[in-house]
């Protein structure tokens, strides 16, 4: 039957069965329309194939397409009549025998036939070849022109790169080895294969044999540097038990440490959960309450169970340690699932105590939620300074995804209505957040698909034909690349900036994992987690990845460590990596100027600060503390004005505070504050008040000073009135309260001299 | 020649004969192992009670698989004690080809009660399910190994597992309720295979074993004993035998709608597959399962419909976009099913627990399955 149907629609609609279809120099020139083959027996196989899978293909048929304008051209056998026949289409540009891979299919078509879509370039010549990897049975196709459409711009494409001779599973796109730059990390029982990424580039592979590991890592791969030698290990999440491989001194070999417990292992992390400064494992337990190696930073591993996430039957799938209270303690949301009845699928959110326990904050946050899911795609997709989250559904037997914006008083609100994630069809166990097109508003990659952020909650998804894997920045490029086994996508970026923040901790464990990195400038606030351990199954960098969209700087970042430390760095160059070791961050030099250095009395001088770097406060200190006062300004302003009352010579100082902390100097200029009389302090210093300090009657002991004016002045520099008495050179200060004043005297040539004296 | 050996020496024999045979041309498991019974009553007089047997209920699990006395003389033989009853099932579960023998043992008296073809029969308390797994031609020396027995025991409060492993020596079994690997190789149809044999945890055994979180057993369905099993006696329906013998109700359906043995090649691939569907993947894909947030239902009883099969069903997960369907007609390779009956990974093979080897003879009864069809009605 169906061979006489295929025959039948051949007969009608195509333009001819040529035989002329072997190989690639004879090939079958064709054009936009239906052509048809009785059989897939060309003897030329193509080299190598332009998508993934393998290529044990006997024969193939030769077509060459040469457009007379540019077109965006469609290949595609999804025909009803061509029944279950299983073909693949590879298209190639270049000529026979220097032939480049434009584009291929396998199974976008109904029942595995195939659809490919490729932009042509007029008069270039196009082979499209059909090999019989599947199948050897004829079938119909149909080449079809269309007007290219234009990309949107902000939307980024990847590159495919096959890696050569890999050992094992890609399982992790992670620095190993301490330099930042993420390598590519695969395994398999008696194997680690780290491709480290040079700075030029490229990648130099070193294969390090294990003892047999007693788990591998078949549900997740964790890095995090445990010992904190500067070399990454590993933690291999197994179905019966977990392995920790750890790196001696120098990265030259890995020993492998594996506990005797059960565990179904599901998402694994590494991150410090008593706050200790030292790394400890995570390891979410499928059947059995969550399991946990507090590390004593000694290299000792010791196994729990019980107190994060205790549910007798489990249902542990994504773990993902996140701060969603912004006290700078990671905290751990679990994306759960079980089937059957019972509340094991119901999801946790424990919020982290600081001192190693942790409290059950699911149902008051309202994140326990029933949703079938493997894991949560946690990020601040807003930029309102809290991390939000795009909970995943991996099955719609309990409901579909739920987007949940965090309203930073520690609970949740569900946005899901109409942002896009409630009409996105797709499930997956996968589901992680990047900025893959560098917008400055993070995404959300699911298998074959990217969820790009609008930027006002909303997503809009367009398809890829890549899947959730681990996810770097693998040339170092700036826009993040994902791997999918042994195929690495290359992200091939747009004209948005970016910055990427590594981190080391001192204090805090050596990755900084747990650390809040937060960058500033005209969008507002942009914040990250760094994280060991996202999405389900693989480990992707540590470094903290930041889009900037066209934003051309950058004003600050800050780092808030584990520990509590708080660094900050200003005005980071764009489209660079920025490193920020624990407490290195810089306090501010303090330096400013003065409008003048010497006035008349009653007159005010600005000073200027010009304090470095990232200054965020000041404080401005005169000495003596009166005689002057603040005009239209107080002791934090950064350009104060001073007005000083009385004739002397004051001393200014300034303080410089950044996130790092206070100047370690004190600026200090000095003013000198003249007599509108124009004598100087120093003939009259003969002149003595006393007593000193003094309760009911201040005496003037001038010498040969004829007083001819008496004036009293408050510190404020506020006038207060006095009855001077020339009888005894006396006044009465009963009534004045306890204090500092001025006596300004003037003496019998119109000099005028200041005293200070102190009421009890 | 035969005729003056005695019974125990006769059986051991023909079971020998049977395993060398079949190793030319088939597995090992679907040979039925001829098992003595106790000895059958005696018309006028009742059953005899099963005296040698003890399961006391406030002290299981023993710690020595002996002290349950459910075997006669040396306790390798697995020669059951009167009124341990052994039984198979149409079916059964692949287990890195390890081989099974399975006994019911119910205390004197009491009866089990059939509920449906695909239900378990109701077993009264104190009832147990013993089951010993073993290897012949284990290498290098070929002898026959045993493993492990696993025991269910139903309490009051429900059922049990105990899980026992057995020495070097063959001569006890240690319960051992954590897990453990054994690394063995074994001759199979002359091919040597080895495994990383795994010894189930409770938390492994409750995964598979449970509806709705509480502990079930899984094999003793109607539809699985609903067949013949040569005792010493003689061959009998085994559902029928169980009646005679005292230790079930004589309620049974004049018609059980039953699996078959799948790797039986006489028989129509479609009952082959979803019998072997039944026995090693319904226990997770049935509601109230472990995974029935999944779209499958592969008890026998629900595999009528193609779509709870599979047949046509996009998989929740992308694995990879060569892998449409989780049974594309006609293209076993775009099916997940059998990606993932093919496969050894922990996380992509099928069935999850049970196997760390690949179910050959399974993975081709699939393979010809999917080729035979070409709609979506299977």
């Known amino acids: ?87 693949r289409v590879n298209v190639y540009t270049g000529s026979c025998g220097a032939l480049t891979c434009v584009d291929g299919d396998d199974d976008s078509g109904n029942n595995a036939l195939c659809v490919v879509t490729f932009n042509c370039t007029a008069n270039n010549d196009y082979y499209i070849v059909f ?65 480290k990424q040079n700075s030029n580039g490229t990648f130099t592979t070193s294969n390090y044999t294990t003892t047999t590991a007693q788990n591998t890592p078949s549900w997740s791969l964790a890095a995090g540097d445990l010992n904190e030698d500067g070399y990454n290990d590993l933690l291999y999440g197994g179905g019966s038990g977990v392995t920790f491989m750890i790196s001696d001194s120098g990265g030259t070999g890995y020993t492998q440490v594996s506990g005797p417990e059960y565990v179904f292992s599901q998402r694994s992390n590494f991150v410090d959960m008593n706050n200790d400064g030292h790394l400890d494992a995570f390891v979410c337990h499928d059947v059995a309450p969550n399991v946990y190696y507090i590390n004593d930073g000694s290299g000792n591993l010791t196994f729990n169970q019980g107190g994060v996430g205790d549910h007798p039957n489990g249902g542990n799938y994504g773990s993902i340690w996140v701060d969603y209270n912004n006290d700078q303690l990671p905290d751990l949301f679990i994306a759960k699932c079980r089937g059957g009845a019972g509340t094991a699928k119901i999801n946790e959110l424990h919020k982290n105590n600081g001192n190693g326990t942790f409290t059950n904050v699911s149902n008051g946050t309202n994140m326990a939620d029933p949703i079938q899911t493997w894991s949560s795609a946690w990020n601040d997709f807003d930029n309102d300074g809290w991390m939000d989250v795009v909970v995943g559904a991996s099955s719609n037997a309990d409901g ?127 914040i990250r987690d760094v ?7 693989y480990m992707g960098t540590l470094n903290a990845h930041f889009g900037l969209g066209t934003a051309s700087s950058i004003d600050s970042v800050i780092v808030r460590w584990p520990s509590g430390n708080i660094d900050l760095v200003c005005n980071p160059i764009k489209n660079s990596v920025l490193h920020i070791i624990e ?14 250095n010497t006035i008349d009395e009653g007159q005010s001088i600005t000073f200027t600060d010009a304090s470095e770097p990232c200054v965020t406060s000041w404080n401005w200190s005169v000495d003596p503390a009166s005689g002057w006062q603040f005009t239209n300004s107080n002791s934090s302003s950064t350009n104060p004005t001073i007005t000083f009352n009385i004739p002397g010579t004051y001393v200014v100082s300034l303080e410089a505070i950044n996130g790092n902390g206070s100047s370690t100097n004190i600026s200090v200029d000095t003013i000198q504050v003249n007599s509108t009389a124009g004598l100087t302090e120093t003939a009259l210093s003969n002149i003595v008040l006393y007593p000193n300090p003094v309760n009911n009657t201040l005496h003037i002991a001038n010498g040969n000073f004829g007083i001819t004016g008496v004036r009293m002045f408050s510190i404020l520099g506020e006038e207060i009135s006095v009855s001077y008495s020339t009888n005894d050179s006396s006044l009465p200060v009963t009534h004045l309260k306890s204090g500092t004043y001025f006596l300004e005297l003037t003496g019998n040539n119109g000099e005028r001299v200041v005293k200070r004296f102190t009421k009890q | 020649m035969m005729k003056k050996f005695t019974a125990l020496f006769l059986f051991f024999s023909i079971v020998f004969a049977i395993v060398l045979n079949s190793c030319k041309k088939e597995p090992v498991e679907p040979t039925i192992p001829e098992v003595p019974e106790a000895p059958a009553p005696t018309p006028t007089e009742p059953t005899p009670l099963p005296t040698g047997v003890s399961v006391d209920l406030s002290t299981v699990p023993y710690q020595k698989l002996s002290e349950y006395r459910f075997f006669k003389g040396q306790m390798k033989d697995q020669v059951p004690e009167d009124g341990v009853m052994p039984y198979q099932l149409a079916s059964s579960l692949f287990t890195d080809y390890a081989l099974k023998k399975r006994f019911v043992w119910l205390p004197s008296g009491l009866k089990g009660t059939y509920i449906a073809d695909n239900k378990i029969i109701e077993l009264p308390v104190g009832a147990a399910l013993i089951k010993t797994f073993y290897y012949d031609n284990v290498q290098p020396s070929g002898v026959t190994k045993i493993l492990e027995t696993r025991i269910m025991i139903k309490k009051s409060t429900g059922w049990i597992f105990a899980e026992y492993v057995w020495n070097e020596e063959q001569t006890e079994a240690t319960l051992q309720m954590d897990g453990s690997n054994i690394p063995i190789s074994w001759s199979q149809n002359g091919t040597i295979k080895s495994a990383n044999y795994r010894i189930p945890s409770a938390l492994e055994c409750l995964t598979c074993h449970k509806t709705n979180n509480n502990p079930i057993p ?48 006489s028989k129509p691939l479609r009952e082959r597959l979803r019998s072997f569907l039944d026995i090693n993947c319904a226990h997770c894909h049935r509601e109230n399962s472990h995974c029935d947030y999944r779209p499958l239902r592969l008890a026998y009883s629900e595999t009528i419909l193609p779509e709870n099969m599979g047949i046509c069903v996009t998989p929740d997960e992308t694995l990879d976009p060569m892998l449409i369907k989780i049974i594309l007609p006609g293209n076993f390779n775009k099916s997940m099913m059998h990606f993932r009956l093919s496969s050894t990974d922990e996380s992509n093979r099928m069935p999850l627990l049970g196997r760390t080897i690949i179910d050959e003879e399974a993975v081709q009864l699939l393979k010809d399955y999917i080729t035979s069809i070409n709609d979506c009605n299977g």
Not at chain 1, 1 to 25: H, P, V, Y
Not at chain 1, 54 to 71: E, F, G, V
Not at chain 1, 583 to 593: E, I, L, Q
Not at chain 2, 235 to 255: D, R, Y
Request: with cysteine; net charge negative; proline share 3%.
């Open chain 1, 531 to 537: 994280r060991s351990g996202v999405g389900f199954r």
């Open chain 2, 218 to 265: 899984i094999g003793i369905q109607p539809q699985n004993l609903n067949n013949n099993f040569t005792y010493t006696s003689g061959t009998f329906n085994q559902l029928q035998h169980w009646v005679s013998k005292g230790i079930l109700e004589n309620n049974l359906p004049a018609n059980i709608v039953s699996t078959i043995d799948y790797k039986d090649s």
């Open chain 1, 1 to 87: 039957m169906k061979k006489i149907l295929l025959s039948t629609f051949i007969a009608i609609f195509s333009q001819g069965i040529a035989q002329a279809q072997q190989s690639c120099a004879t090939a079958q020139v064709i054009n936009a329309g239906v052509y048809g083959m009785t059989a897939i027996n060309g003897t030329q196989v193509p080299g190598s194939i332009c998508i993934s899978g393998s290529l044990t293909a006997t024969a193939a048929n030769w077509y060459k397409y040469t457009p007379t304008q540019d077109y965006a051209v469609t290949i595609t056998s999804d025909f009803p009549s061509n029944g279950l026949t299983d073909n």
């Open chain 1, 131 to 195: 090999d019989n990897q599947w199948s050897s049975n004829g079938f119909m196709f149909e080449l079809i022109e269309d007007t290219i459409q234009t990309p949107n711009p902000t939307n980024i494409t990847f590159s495919p790169v096959s890696l050569s001779s890999v050992s094992g599973s890609v399982m992790a796109a992670v620095d190993m080895n301490g330099d930042h730059l993420d390598d590519i990390v695969s395994v398999n029982a008696t194997t680690i294969q780290i491709r």
């Open chain 1, 583 to 596: 407490n290195s961050g810089v306090v501010p030099t303090a330096t400013f100027t003065a409008g003048s």
């Open chain 1, 400 to 526: 579909m995804h739920k987007f949940m914006h965090n309203n930073g008083d520690g609970t949740f609100t569900d946005i899901t209505s109409g942002s896009g994630i409630d009409t996105y069809p797709g499930m997956s166990i996968e589901y992680v957040s990047y900025d893959f097109n560098n917008d400055g508003f993070a995404d959300v990659l699911t298998n074959s698909n990217i969820l790009y952020n609008n930027g006002n909650n909303t997503f809009t998804t367009v398809p890829y034909s890549i899947s959730v894997g681990s996810i770097g920045d693998l040339n170092n490029d700036g826009f993040l690349d994902v791997l999918n086994g042994s195929t690495l996508h290359l992200n091939q970026g747009n004209n948005n900036n970016w910055l990427t923040v590594t981190v080391e901790g001192t204090n805090s464990n050596k990755n900084g994992i747990g650390a809040r990195v937060e960058i500033y400038g005209a969008w507002g606030k942009q």
